[in-house]
């Protein structure tokens, strides 16, 4: 059962902005999919007096502003999924998006609660890094914009404050030559949560060569995050089967590193071989490149 708890919904940032920094507990919330699974868990976890309910502040609108794509951080994943901005500069948060949960998972929930939740298998994440992905903080008396490579510092922790709110994400989107691959590995037949997840941009020169590539994974590392390893080791080499076995190989050697072995080491290890493979192909296969043809 869900205890009792005071319902604060404003239209307006800076009364939403008040609340917080008042001396009342108050934990802000969008969608709730998360929220309210932990408030049914547990009597108060949050110890607070009051959810604040983000979704009248106007925080869902979707433009380009100077070659950047802004995303009002209480966007749905349906509003997200279904924008042809979004379609057409960010294709891998599309597919993301897409992936998450339900229908009606995707309707409430929002990328804003998907990235602050700061779950290893946010499916969102691994697509914003890929785009250097940035996060718009605001404060009744600051704002500020953090790298999401920053934002999360460890499972389900972040760097935002009680007194804070995310009010919108920036991403930067690469040219149309860039191939993109995105892999969610999940329970079949479930509603589902990703066991893992693989992210990949790719562009390749006239040569036939990687000159520049972005991995990205959730849940092989306590933080998702990108695979710079394997980021250096792709560039400068024509993809082939080989090398991408080779990519897949560093990954699992660099999870392995990270978390040590462990009773799902075994699996984890040739599930991540075999998703940085499937990605990168895909990845290759979406490369445009008229030097090539
Ligand atoms: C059945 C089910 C299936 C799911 N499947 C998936 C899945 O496949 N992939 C996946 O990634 N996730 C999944 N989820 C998790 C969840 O739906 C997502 O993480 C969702 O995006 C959370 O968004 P929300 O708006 O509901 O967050 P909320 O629950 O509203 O909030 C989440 C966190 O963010 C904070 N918050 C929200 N908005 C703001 C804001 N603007 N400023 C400051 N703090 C804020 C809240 O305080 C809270 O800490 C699933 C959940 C359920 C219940």
Redesign the pocket.
């Known amino acids: 059962m869900i205890p009792e708890i005071e319902y604060i919904k404003e239209t307006e940032l800076d009364l939403a902005l008040q609340h917080l920094a008042s001396d009342k507990k108050v ?12 408030l049914r868990k547990s009597k108060n976890p ?1 110890d607070r007096k009051a959810l604040l309910d ?1 979704k009248g ?1 106007g ?1 869902n609108d979707i433009y380009i502003h100077s070659d950047t794509v802004i995303i009002g ?2 966007s ?2 349906t509003e997200v999924e279904d924008n042809e901005i979004i379609k057409s500069k960010l294709p891998v948060l599309t597919k ?1 998006s897409s ?4 229908k ?2 995707r309707n ?12 290893p ?5 691994p697509a914003l890094l890929l785009y250097d992905a940035q996060i718009v ?1 605001r404060s009744l008396s600051e704002d500020r914009t953090v790298p999401l490579s920053e934002f999360i510092t460890s499972p389900y922790e972040t760097v ?1 404050q009680k007194d ?4 919108e994400i920036r991403a930067f989107p690469v040219a149309e030559d860039y191939g993109w691959g995105y892999y ?1 590995l ?1 329970r079949r037949g479930a ?4 066991r893992m997840t693989v992210a990949a941009l790719m562009k390749v020169d006239g040569e036939g060569k990687i000159n520049e590539i972005r991995v990205s994974a959730g849940s092989v590392f306590p933080i998702t995050s990108r695979i710079s390893d394997v980021e250096k080791m792709l560039v400068g080499e024509k993809p082939k089967a080989e090398i991408f076995r080779r990519a897949g190989e560093i990954a699992a050697e660099k999870m392995i590193e990270t978390s040590g072995r462990r009773w799902s080491t075994p699996y984890k290890e040739s599930v991540v071989k075999e998703l940085i493979v499937r990605v990168l192909n895909e990845a290759y296969s979406r490369c445009k490149n008229d030097d090539l043809s």
């Open positions: 934990i802000p919330f969008a969608g709730g999919t998360d929220v309210l699974i932990e949050f983000v502040l925080l951080a209480a749905t994943h993301a992936l998450i949960g339900s009606q998972i409430r929930g929002t990328i804003g609660g998907n990235i602050i939740n700061a779950s298998c946010a499916d969102t994440v903080i935002l804070e709110l995310v009010t969610k999940g509603v589902n949560i990703s």
